[in-house]
Nanobody, 121 residues
Framework: QVQLVESGGGLVQAGGSLTLSCAASGSIFSVYAMGWYRQAPGKQRELVATITSGGTTNYADSVKGRFTISRDNAKNTVLLHMNSLKPEDTAVYYC???????????????WGQGTQVTVSS
């Protein structure tokens, strides 16, 4: 019914920048909160940043001042601009969204497939 497709991951040196993109598609009536989570090897998945449909943002303390989340409501996309990357930012980054599905008009939570970000020291 709804798919979240991420792109933009890759390998970057410490201090560098990357931008992740996530597009929601399918039988969408409305997209509410969107966000990014990450999971490093051997660790639990953790919140990176979220943004409401009204633009209110929330960040993990570890990324405040370095990462910026933004969204385009018309395109149902969310971006994560990552600056001053550190080796500890290395993880699989997952897109997440609360989406009201058109056919049943019920809000479900969806995850993308994940995109790898590797920061070398």
């Amino acid at each position: 019914q709804v798919q979240l497709v991420e792109s933009g991951g890759g390998l970057v040196q410490a201090g560098g920048s990357l931008t992740l993109s996530c597009a929601a598609s399918g039988s969408i009536f409305s997209v509410y909160a969107m966000g990014w989570y990450r999971q490093a090897p051997g660790k639990q998945r953790e919140l990176v940043a979220t943004i409401t449909s009204g633009g209110t943002t929330n960040y993990a303390d570890s990324v405040k001042g370095r990462f910026t989340i933004s969204r385009d409501n018309a395109k149902n996309t969310v971006l994560l601009h990552m600056n001053s990357l550190k080796p500890e930012d290395t993880a699989v980054y997952y897109c997440n969204a609360d989406v009201k599905v058109r056919t049943v008009y019920r809000t479900n939570n969806y995850w993308g497939q994940g995109t790898q970000v590797t920061v070398s020291s």
